[in-house]
């Protein structure tokens, strides 16, 4: 098995060097071992669910600019393990198409050729942030985002003269002398001064990101890279924080978005879209969040439910499930993912999705009536099934009281953090539901994360 350069010292493949067969077992066994405590009555625990890819399997990878050693050239991938600052490239990672390794690889030695900086976040100062980066695996088509400050004017690394060096060094030696104690300094290393400073260069900002996209399109002109760029944005972010905001982006080439297929579907994604980053791993997942929902039953009966699909993202599980409902509505709190879902459903001609922006506490009024996000009241069909897939912290307890009031029969629970899945069992369980089957999903092979499938009845 090849390990990547950056074994041991990314903190991102926990399980590099295992076998993919005993890294399933390990998953597997864990989500037993949160789950059996808590579940009061007999159930059937399905073997886990593997991805179809074990490496290679990511549409989506977020890339920061930085450098590993003070001064060193730039440096474009992932956060050193056990460390906030240091940034390790990342071109040869494995878990993502080596369409995206090349890109990385031709963004760090494009920057890195012109000095350009990358912003440093204790002095909030620099331009280059980030590399967002999304690869359809269905269709191929690539969307590449460049994430960088405003700041221009310190966009390029000039090196200082060596009297201005030394000048750094006695005002730092200075500063060290009357900061700490001598018997402190004893225990400390005297800091060393920046050997550059941050200046305006010489070729305009479009200069430099018109140079910066041909050279990405010359990837595919020379076949080095096997998809298609739909699109090559550059987006402005100024906040403190170390997370990208889109504060204004600007297309340099194609456009916004990139389409992908989930299992005879077509969904539009953008950069900041929630979508599952393991497209095959989705379809598997899926497919079993049908099972559980007794969707093939659905199709042979011609029964038609109504479907609630709460904490439904962009839309996916509220789509695939619409063709056996007589209406299906998601409920997300993030607003552009709702967007994209209403949007999606148009491009799939679905017509029986309703989809609600808000917190789905909040949405949930009394009686089970939905709230929309004028803040009208809708008297909707109260549901025959529910599917759950809350965020990583699960359901907030006043949202699920309110969840168990409308009584279904079946609950379907997706969770991509098995530990709050547990959590949220207990009152479930109180309520009068009872757990049937659980299955594990492996979405992220070489990760110490997996996620879970819930079926649970309703005990009358």
């Given at each position: 098995?090849?390990?990547?350069?950056?074994?041991?010292?990314?903190?991102?493949?926990?399980?590099?060097?295992?076998?993919?067969?005993?890294?399933?077992?390990?998953?597997?066994?864990?989500?037993?071992?949160?789950?059996?405590?808590?579940?009061?009555?007999?159930?059937?625990?399905?073997?886990?669910?593997?991805?179809?890819?074990?490496?290679?399997?990511?549409?989506?990878?977020?890339?920061?600019?930085?450098?590993?050693?003070?001064?060193?050239?730039?440096?474009?991938?992932?956060?050193?393990?056990?460390?906030?600052?240091?940034?390790?490239?990342?071109?040869?990672?494995?878990?993502?198409?080596?369409?995206?390794?090349?890109?990385?690889?031709?963004?760090?030695?494009?920057?890195?050729?012109?000095?350009?900086?990358?912003?440093?976040?204790?002095?909030?100062?620099?331009?280059?942030?980030?590399?967002?980066?999304?690869?359809?695996?269905?269709?191929?088509?690539?969307?590449?985002?460049?994430?960088?400050?405003?700041?221009?004017?310190?966009?390029?690394?000039?090196?200082?003269?060596?009297?201005?060096?030394?000048?750094?060094?006695?005002?730092?030696?200075?500063?060290?002398?009357?900061?700490?104690?001598?018997?402190?300094?004893?225990?400390?290393?005297?800091?060393?001064?920046?050997?550059?400073?941050?200046?305006?260069?010489?070729?305009?900002?479009?200069?430099?990101?018109?140079?910066?996209?041909?050279?990405?399109?010359?990837?595919?002109?020379?076949?080095?890279?096997?998809?298609?760029?739909?699109?090559?944005?550059?987006?402005?972010?100024?906040?403190?924080?170390?997370?990208?905001?889109?504060?204004?982006?600007?297309?340099?080439?194609?456009?916004?978005?990139?389409?992908?297929?989930i299992l005879g579907l077509r969904f539009r994604i953008t950069p900041f879209s929630f979508f599952q980053t393991n497209s095959l791993g989705a379809e598997r997942l899926y497919d079993k969040v049908r099972s559980y929902a007794g969707f093939e039953d659905l199709q042979k009966e011609g029964r038609k439910p109504v479907i609630y699909d709460l904490y439904s993202g962009t839309g996916t599980i509220t789509q695939l499930m619409s063709s056996v409902a007589s209406l299906a509505v998601g409920v997300e709190i993030v607003e552009e993912a709702v967007e994209a879902a209403r949007e999606n459903a148009k491009l799939n001609g679905i017509e029986n999705c309703d989809f609600i922006a808000g917190d789905v506490l909040k949405v949930i009024t009394e009686g089970g009536k939905l709230q929309k996000e004028d803040g009208s009241i809708e008297d909707a069909p109260r549901p025959d099934l529910i599917i759950l897939d809350p965020p990583r912290d699960g359901i907030h307890p006043k949202a699920l009281q309110k969840i168990i009031q409308y009584n279904v029969d079946r609950l379907v629970y997706v969770a991509c953090k098995p530990k709050s899945l547990a959590r949220d069992l207990v009152p479930l369980q109180e309520a009068g539901y009872v757990v049937q089957k659980v299955a594990s999903c492996d979405m992220f092979p070489r990760t110490n994360n997996c996620e879970a499938v819930a079926l649970l009845a309703k005990v009358h």
């Open positions: 098995m090849n390990l990547c350069k950056n074994a041991g010292i990314c903190g991102g493949c926990y399980y590099q060097g295992t076998e993919y067969s005993e890294e399933l077992q390990k998953k597997e066994q864990g989500v037993r071992d949160l789950l059996d405590p808590v579940i009061r009555t007999p159930y059937l625990f399905e073997e886990i669910i593997p991805s179809p890819k074990e490496l290679y399997y990511r549409n989506k990878m977020e890339f920061t600019f930085g450098d590993s050693e003070k001064d060193g050239p730039l440096t474009l991938g992932l956060h050193q393990k056990h460390s906030f600052f240091n940034i390790i490239n990342a071109e040869d990672c494995q878990i993502t198409d080596p369409d995206v390794g090349a890109i990385v690889k031709t963004t760090r030695e494009y920057f890195a050729g012109r000095e350009i900086t990358y912003y440093h976040k204790k002095s909030h100062a620099g331009y280059l942030r980030h590399l967002l980066v999304r690869r359809a695996i269905k269709t191929g088509e690539i969307l590449v985002d460049l994430v960088t400050t405003t700041t221009w004017d310190l966009a390029m690394r000039t090196p200082v003269s060596e009297e201005a060096y030394e000048a750094r060094q006695k005002e730092l030696l200075a500063w060290f002398e009357q900061r700490y104690s001598k018997k402190v300094r004893e225990r400390k290393t005297v800091p060393t001064p920046d050997r550059y400073t941050m200046t305006r260069p010489d070729e305009e900002e479009d200069q430099v990101l018109e140079g910066w996209k041909n050279a990405l399109l010359q990837l595919k002109e020379e076949g080095i890279v096997s998809g298609t760029f739909s699109g090559i944005l550059h987006t402005k972010n100024d906040d403190l924080a170390d997370v990208i905001k889109d504060q204004g982006t600007d297309i340099l080439y194609g456009q916004s978005y990139f389409y992908e297929e």
